[in-house]
């Protein structure tokens, strides 16, 4: 099983940039790699996701599109998120996830078996 670690979660104002890292420890050839952020009292949703198998191309939430970007650095065996022109809203806690195989929706949290222990990222207006 994947090892994942994240970093570069911070404070920011709103308007800003922060780019997360996930280090991954472990085969995550033609795997799902996704970021999903949780805010206290909310439902851990789905941000992005990239398969490093295969020519798909990378998912969005709608909430995020044109503002993040998903990236991966094979050679690195990590994974990014840069995240631009940051909202409030944007203020949760950022995990990453793999698994090999997803079934249902990429932005499903029960499809993923590895987790990160997660990097916070507080945005303020």
């Known amino acids: 099983q994947v090892q994942l670690a994240e970093s570069g979660g911070g404070s920011v104002q709103a308007g800003g940039s922060l780019r997360l890292s996930c280090a991954a420890s472990g085969y995550t050839a033609s795997t799902w790699l996704a970021w999903f952020r949780q805010s206290p009292g909310k439902k851990r949703e789905g941000v992005a996701v990239?398969?490093?198998?295969?020519?798909?191309?990378?998912v969005y939430a709608d909430s995020v599109k044109g503002r993040f970007t998903i990236s991966r650095d094979s050679a690195k065996n990590t994974m990014y998120l840069q995240m631009n022109n940051l909202e409030p809203e944007d203020t949760a806690m950022y995990y990453c996830?793999?698994?090999?195989?997803?079934?249902?929706?990429?932005?499903?949290?029960?499809?993923?078996?590895?987790w990160g222990q997660g990097t916070q990222v507080t945005v303020s207006s």
């Open positions: 990239v398969y490093t198998g295969g020519s798909y191309s990378p």
């Open positions: 996830a793999a698994n090999k195989r997803v079934g249902g929706g990429v932005f499903e949290a029960e499809q993923y078996i590895s």
